[in-house]
């Protein structure tokens, strides 16, 4: 199965009162492009995220979102600093007694004090927070992976399709070809003939000249390579993975056989009909952009 480069994949992930949510989303792109994105408390994660998707992607401009959610974190606990209240205590009656001045400290006051009281989030465990993020990034890249699959299978048949087309238009140029030579041994005869009228035309020097202009115009080693190569795409699209760059280095070669046909056209009917393979070429090319 072939896939496309665009697709989106989403997975939520909760234990207790822990929630990860995992997007991904993703366009064209030559190489591999991952942008992950975290909230701070998981960013610890972001490397290891990367080599888990990995498994799942080979090409695109990929965006990951991770959202995460904790019902405990006001739960956080409230840490007294006994031996810091006890100094700031000292340190106040000792000003009091240097300077004469009246204590007037109280719980409330003392308790104000910098460091006094703390809040302290409960430790989270790394290896319970990594088997969450995991699950969720998991779940997300598959659900990633079955969208750009199903959108594969739409480009495979387009393709499919477009390639019959092409096949088609090398029939045609193929059964077209013979027949340019021969009109041309016409042309060039009767021209001859008016030339020269009632004088016997050199039979030989005819033929030397149509082989000439046959050896020019002939699109044979063209058409051969250009079955080749549609025969190869299909294969390729059939046999399915990440095949994106060898479709485009074929489509590539495709063009370049039709550009030499063009330029080699001597004929009208040739020139329309590589007009339009070169039309489908690039249509083709355009769609393998977005295979994986």
């Given at each position: 199965m072939?896939?496309?480069?665009?697709?989106?994949?989403?997975?939520?992930?909760?234990?207790?009162?822990?929630?990860?949510?995992?997007?991904?989303?993703?366009v064209?792109?030559r190489?591999?492009?991952?942008?992950?994105?975290?909230?701070?408390?998981?960013?610890?994660?972001?490397?290891?995220?990367?080599?888990?998707?990995?498994?799942?992607?080979?090409?695109?401009?990929?965006?990951?979102?991770?959202?995460y959610?904790?019902?405990a974190?006001?739960l956080?606990?409230?840490?007294?600093n006994?031996s810091?209240?006890?100094e700031?205590?000292?340190y106040?009656?000792?000003?009091?007694?240097?300077?004469?001045?009246?204590?007037?400290?109280?719980?409330?006051?003392?308790?104000?004090?910098?460091?006094?009281?703390?809040?302290?989030?409960?430790?989270?465990?790394?290896?319970?927070?990594?088997?969450?993020?995991?699950k969720a990034v998991?779940?997300?890249a598959?659900?990633?992976?079955?969208?750009?699959?199903r959108?594969?299978?739409?480009?495979?048949?387009?393709?499919?399709?477009?390639?019959?087309?092409?096949?088609?238009?090398?029939?045609?140029?193929?059964?077209?070809?013979?027949?340019?030579?021969?009109?041309?041994?016409?042309?060039?005869l009767?021209?001859?003939?008016?030339?020269?009228?009632?004088?016997?035309?050199?039979?030989?020097?005819?033929?030397?000249?149509?082989?000439?202009?046959?050896?020019?115009?002939?699109?044979?080693?063209?058409?051969v390579?250009?079955?080749?190569h549609i025969?190869?795409?299909?294969?390729?699209?059939?046999?399915?993975?990440?095949?994106?760059?060898?479709?485009?280095f074929?489509?590539?070669?495709?063009?370049r056989?039709?550009?030499?046909?063009?330029?080699?056209?001597?004929?009208?009917?040739?020139?329309?009909i590589?007009?339009?393979?070169?039309?489908?070429?690039?249509?083709?090319?355009?769609?393998?952009?977005?295979?994986?």
């Open positions: 072939i896939r496309s480069m665009t697709g989106f994949g989403r997975h939520e992930a909760a234990d207790g009162q822990r929630k990860i949510t995992v997007e991904i989303k993703a064209n792109h190489y591999l492009d991952l942008a992950v994105k975290t909230p701070k408390k998981l960013n610890f994660f972001e490397s290891a995220v990367r080599n888990l998707l990995k498994e799942y992607i080979q090409r695109g401009k990929v965006d990951v979102y991770v959202t959610e904790d019902g974190e006001g956080a606990a409230l840490k007294y006994e810091l209240a006890a700031y205590v000292e106040v009656r000792r000003m009091a007694a240097a300077f004469s001045l009246p204590e007037g400290l109280s719980a409330a006051r003392l308790s104000s004090f910098p460091e006094v009281f703390t809040i302290e989030a409960a430790a989270e465990d790394e290896d319970e927070l990594w088997n969450l993020l995991e998991r779940g997300a598959k659900q990633f992976v079955e969208a750009r699959e959108e594969g299978g739409r480009l495979r048949e387009d393709l499919l399709a477009k390639l019959e087309l092409m096949e088609g238009y090398v029939g045609r140029i193929e059964e077209r070809s013979p027949q340019i030579v021969s009109e041309y041994r016409q042309r060039l009767d021209k001859v003939s008016e030339l020269l009228a009632d004088v016997q035309a050199d039979e030989s020097r005819i033929v030397a000249e149509t082989t000439l202009f046959a050896d020019k115009i002939c699109t044979d080693e063209e058409t390579r250009l079955r080749s025969k190869s795409t299909k294969d390729t699209l059939l046999q399915g993975g990440s095949v994106g760059r060898k479709l485009d074929i489509a590539q070669e495709m063009n056989e039709a550009n030499t046909i063009l330029s080699k056209a001597n004929d009208l009917a040739v020139s329309d590589a007009i339009e393979l070169k039309t489908d070429i690039e249509k083709v090319r355009e769609q393998i952009q977005n295979i994986e």
